[in-house]
């Protein structure tokens, strides 16, 4: 494929890029989440006061083969890629003199691309993290189930969320600012949120889902404080908010891990996550 394939849109034509690849991405809504939750928040949300990202498709004879969104000073997320289409791409954006920090997608594209983008500009790939991507097959709740339940969070709620999310970005090594003035562009602020709750209300596990487009509806973050761990409470969070969103609609419930993380990862088995594909960031020196 030639370069001139990839056609660029600004945040503002949102809708117009949904017209052209919106089905694209919906065909495939378990690997497609990321892309699928970023366009619908540009739709719904805007860009928070951000400047918003670019987005790009691969389009030939009036077929789609790909997308990629990139944020000004962030990195370059991409759906699969040949080495081929990677190549191409790496040569348009080189061609548009853009920069970027790092790459993100299914591990095999995100391995083509950076061996592309080291070719063409020089910049050193560095491996930062494997992801796993899960999907629910069948729902299966811990037994013994923690006593307590799930509570959706209110507005009274907002400091100890934001408390929380500070404290899962430092643990994923996530560099975010998180206060009530960055809150609306971070990532963290389009979801809805549960806590898990102790018998006498107090507060030991949340979990955040995105909202439901195409059919998917994405967990994310997961967190409990290192001090609770280990008594059931981020299963049962994450019990709960599978339930609501499959109540709400969705087709299809996914999650990311950290594959060098195994107990996240025997966790999410054990109620009933299914192993998707690998996905792998690298950073660009």
Same mark, same amino acid.
């Not at 969104?69 to 003199?97: C, E, I, K, N, W």
């Given at each position: ?10 945040? +503002? ?9 919106? #089905? /694209? ?5 378990? &690997?497609? *989440? *990321?892309?699928?939750?970023? %366009? ?16 790009? !498709?691969?389009?030939?004879?009036? #077929?789609?083969?790909?997308? $990629?969104?990139? /944020? ?5 997320? =991409? ?13 348009? &954006? ?5 920069? &970027? ?9 995100? %391995?083509?691309?950076? #061996? ?7 910049? @050193?790939? %560095? ?7 899960? !999907? ?15 509570? &959706?969070?209110?507005? !009274? ?9 500070? +404290? ?17 562009? @971070? ?7 549960? $806590? ?5 209300? *107090? ?5 955040? =889902? ?13 967190? %409990? ?17 599978? !339930?609501?969103?499959? @109540? ?30 690998? /996905? ?6």
């Amino acid at each position: 494929m030639r370069s001139d394939d990839w056609h660029l849109h600004l945040t +503002e034509d949102v809708d117009d890029f949904l017209a052209r690849a919106g #089905e /694209f991405l919906r065909s495939r809504p378990v &690997l497609h *989440t *990321t892309p699928l939750s970023v %366009t619908e928040k540009l739709r719904t949300q805007g860009t928070g006061g951000a400047q918003g990202p670019v987005l790009g !498709r691969l389009e030939r004879a009036g #077929e789609i083969h790909a997308t $990629f969104h990139r /944020f000004p000073s962030r990195g370059l997320f =991409v759906t699969p890629l040949t080495p081929d289409q990677a190549d191409t791409l790496a040569a348009h &954006l080189v061609d548009l003199g853009y920069s &970027l920090p790092y790459v993100s997608a299914d591990h095999d594209t995100a %391995t083509a691309f950076a #061996e592309a983008w080291q070719k063409r500009t020089g910049a @050193t790939p %560095t491996p930062r993290v494997r992801l796993h991507l899960y !999907r629910l097959g069948t729902l299966t709740p811990p037994e013994p189930f923690p006593a307590g339940r799930g509570r &959706l969070l209110g507005e !009274r709620d907002h400091e100890h969320l934001m408390h929380w999310c500070r +404290e899962f970005a430092a643990d994923v090594e996530e560099d975010v600012v998180i206060d009530a003035a960055t809150w609306a562009g @971070t990532r963290f602020a389009e979801k809805s949120y549960t $806590f898990w709750e102790t018998p006498d209300g *107090t507060p030991v596990s949340m979990a955040g =889902v995105n909202p439901t487009v195409g059919g998917q509806a994405r967990i994310d973050p997961v967190y %409990t404080p290192a001090h609770l761990r280990g008594r059931g409470y981020a299963a049962a969070v994450t019990v709960e908010v599978t !339930r609501a969103a499959l @109540t709400a609609g969705a087709k299809e419930v996914v999650l990311y891990t950290n594959a060098a993380n195994p107990t996240s990862n025997a966790l999410y088995q054990r109620l009933g996550y299914v192993r998707v594909t690998d /996905f792998a960031v690298y950073d660009f020196a």
